[in-house]
């Protein structure tokens, strides 16, 4: 683990925050693009300026060690990313921070702190390392439970075999990012499964959340990339058996992956890797139209290319990021092989492209387009906090629609969207959109929306803004979330979209296999008591 | 449907059975290849050789027209085409067959059935056409039933819906393969699933089990195409909203995917589809040594290549197969496109192989080592007939392992399956093996025995044979099924290898689902009554 603090507040680091000048900077460059104004300054919280209630839990001796009751721990604990999240974080209210937060560093303790919580009758809350931007680890549980309880599981972080003959690897579910493939790397093979939140989320947080990485098609969520792997619930041990593939009854993977801490803590898991990649093409492609540009995408993606990277981003979203001007809407292509040279996969993507009206613009091993946009990605989080700063709302939302209905899909939830900003916060609001992801039957669109609230009434436009969009994606058949999981903030909408039988199906798995309902109350499945 | 009525004891047609000249010439040749001796002639049953005691339902008049007690109907309703199940044919042993096979026009008419069930104490088995080799449809059902009704789904059969934009189809489950794909060609669209029972069995049969099909990688089972699904379960209809991809909470897909009828009964699905290729091209590519034919495979799968073809028989097979002479072991590559031409793709392929000491035989848009293999894969089940009706055992188990174990797994399951079958039988019998399926991580070995087995003891033999096979499986660390299903015959050995937990968590959700436990009782989920 580093030296380097997390901010217990926001996005990285404690020294990754920006200066007053910086995020007026950026409020300014931002508001510019969206016609927004900023207005103030709100510096972030420091640590003195938070009170918290007293932890309502005392560890026992043999667990001690990786129990704390630190300001700082329960603070940092207590929020994920969400633009909400930033609101209180700012208006300096962690009133619902954990009354503990562990750290086990083996199944055995975790397993010996469920079994200590379910004794303290205290709730469980699952952490990985908090990048969640739906509530999934915020400590709001009901008022049935004494206490609530964060397990988060980042000392258990170790890749513990690698299998260079199958190309897969057994690892802890507690691993960040980064150092997951720094363990890798001696081995030549690579997990490259990159969410946004690489740096600052976990492989068990991955799985948990069904997350959405690198790959743009084929491998898109973590769930394919998941050979087998381990769970501890307050029943005991489930372990599914490390195979390529199985027919053999429902699978037990599939039920655990996307259950987001309800029914078990992941604790490991033998991961599908691959060569690292050795030949790479990239491409910027412009489009006039973003209908051409989807149609363009769709073509590349009902190719059977399997891209790497396959990727719109509309003229709005393009010139945010700084690597447009407005005037076109851009479609990223890239490959990449371990094994042989891809040129005639990218040819052929670069056919369909120009087929549906594209201009390719640059081309190339790597390209100056698809780096700027990748340097704004990775950026855009850490950005956001200066824009929250200067009292302008950032917020995106995603999901996913099958081809034939993404127009009229894409036009009405944009419309709601726009509407609802002007109506909740009384002027005119600025909706982009990208595709993160792109299937044979659909794509993955991912709406950004920058608006200006009116001082104090933050949170309440925040969720009239919410809440009208989440009603548009539901309505208009889309999914409530392709990647960012479901988390207490989505659960409405994932309830009114699963079907109702998969709902009292999870509720009879989770009362067997957390009988107590301790486990992340009220994310997937409503509270009971 | 088709006026030609389909055996009531085995695969196909009755205008497809062999005659006792072709029985015996075709015993004797694989005799003659596996050194084992035939011995008599049973004739396939007549109808009018068995007896079936009286039906214990009557259908009530609303429903009459939908509900057969024929002879026939239920006599044809009684077993799979397993080994154990022609052995109790030919023995004219139909004693358990089902009381009642009824044919729903309309999901109303299941659910009218599955109320009907209910109020009857009657336990329901779910049926597509009976290609089972894992007694997944007998109507074995413990003592705590007052009557067995079967529902055929096969007048369910249309393709209801077509979504040329986002290449997919919304399908009646009942629907067989050549009629799914008759009437999907006008569009030009097709699903390209195609498992070994393609004529004889079911859209919602290959859902509810997994099956394996056409893809020999990425698209290996059914549950990848499945774009969203609608089931009818005793407490209601479950549907799954259409989406490319979700993150949304574990997928409901995923849990019904497998059940094999335990859980609900499959009515509909939307299938992602793709274009009819245009663009072939195949190889055979011979090897001295199995070892190498297998790093061979290894080395395709995890080039990122994803052939539709890519399968390795061993020696033994390509003999019996008539498509060698038993000196070489044989690997099929083949790719195909609607899109684009395959040439690197293959190309590349054929470097793999070669690495690994494999010699091109033929290649080109088909080619006739390839062609002969398909011919006996599509015909071995009626061949097998021959066997049987001559005193041969013909059975076959499949399986997946990772790479890193596949040598020793291969050599102890082989050696496991010859040892059981001299002791069982007191005479050696012949096991080969290819591979159905490729993974970056693995692959799906498929096992065929031939043994001699004592007259009048082969199901006591066979049982012997089929558990200490099983058993190696599962010992040597693969699963008990990569596509046959679980069943009534793998039930201890599914047992044995999912979690056992998994085991609590489908429990409880049949108790859910289906609270008085009558759909395919004893398969997935034990008996509970």
Known sequence: MSDRRLKFWGWGHEDQTLSEAEARAIATRVGGLTGLAPEGYIAPPELGEIS???????????????????????????????????????ARDFSAAPDMVTFPESEQDVTALLDWADGADAAVIPFGCGSTVVGGIEPVVGDGFKAVLTIDMRRMAKVLEIDPVARAARIQAGVLGPNL?????????????????????TLGGWIATRSGGHFATLYTHIDELVE????????????????????AGPSPDRLMIGSEGSLGIITEAWMRLQQKPTFRASAAVKFDSF?????????VAQAGLWPSNCRLVDAEETKLAGAGDGSFHMVVLGFESGDHPIDAWMARALECVRDQGGRIDAAGERDSVADAWREAFIS???????????????????????????????????????????RATGAPGHVSCRFTHAYTDGCAP???????????????????????ASDALIREGGTITHHHAVGRDHMPWYGAQRPELMGEALQAVKARLDPKGLLNPGVIVPVQR
């Open 52 to 90: 918290l209630a007293a932890p309502r839990l005392k560890a026992p001796e043999t667990l001690s060690s990786i129990c704390s009751t630190s300001d700082y721990d329960r603070a940092a604990h207590t929020y994920g990313k969400s633009y909400p999240d930033y609101i209180r974080a700012y």
């Open 181 to 201: 493939e720094a363990q890798l790397k001696p081995s030549g093979l690579t997990l490259r499964h990159f969410p946004q939140s690489f740096e600052f989320s």
């Open 228 to 247: 087998s792997m381990r769970s501890v619930t307050p029943s005991g041990v489930m372990e599914s058996r490390r195979l390529p593939g199985s027919g």
């Open 291 to 299: 209908e051409s540009a989807a149609e363009g995408i769709r073509a």
């Open 380 to 422: 855009a989080p850490f950005k956001r906090e200066g824009l929250i700063s200067c009292g302008l709302m950032h917020d995106t939302f995603e999901t996913s629609i099958t081809w034939d209905r993404l127009a009229d899909f894409h036009a009405n939830v944009k419309a709601a969207t726009h509407e609802i900003i002007k």
């Open 446 to 468: 991912y709406f950004t929306l920058h608006a200006k609230p009116t001082p104090g009434r933050e949170m309440e436009q925040w969720k009239e803004i919410k809440t009208a």
